[in-house]
């Protein structure tokens, strides 16, 4: 499932380096704030970390992980937060259901997706740190 999961979340992160060469270039309808950069620049050493994980390889020092997995952590219950909190008020009262339960599913799979990929990082972080001569 790790493997899946790492080759998903690579696509996922290229996926979004193209969307935002788009819409910079001023090709895709969009714009881009300070959360959206935050989130392209620490998707690169997430998925690095996953497909770690994942393949059981080591890419980047062992000194960088903890910390790492530590503002991931943080950054992960951020956007959580902020994701459900602009759920909720886009103006859920006025909503049909479906629009509700389109919002809901969407938020659910964000949720896994964020869960999955901090977990991947997290359990990564904590194999280096126990075995820091791996790498």
């Not at 895709?28 to 392209?40: F, H, K, R, T, Y």
């Not at 809901?104 to 075995?131: D, F, I, N, P």
Request: glycine share 6%; with cysteine.
């Amino acid at each position: 499932m790790w493997k899946i999961f790492a080759v998903l979340t690579c696509g996922l992160t290229i996926a979004a380096f193209i969307w935002f060469a788009l819409i910079v270039s001023e090709q895709a309808p969009g714009e881009i704030n300070v959360m959206d950069l935050i989130s392209l620049v620490i998707s690169v050493p997430a998925s690095i970390g996953i497909v770690c994980y994942a393949f059981d390889k080591d890419l980047l020092p062992t000194a960088f992980w903890p910390p790492f997995a530590k503002i991931l952590t943080f950054w992960t219950a951020l956007y959580l937060v902020g994701a459900a909190w602009m759920d909720l008020s886009l103006g859920v009262a006025n909503s049909a259901w479906s629009e509700l339960a389109a919002m809901a599913a969407l938020y659910a799979a964000s949720l896994a997706l964020a869960y999955y990929g901090w977990l991947g990082v997290w359990r990564y972080a904590a194999r280096v740190k126990q075995h820091p001569s791996s790498s």
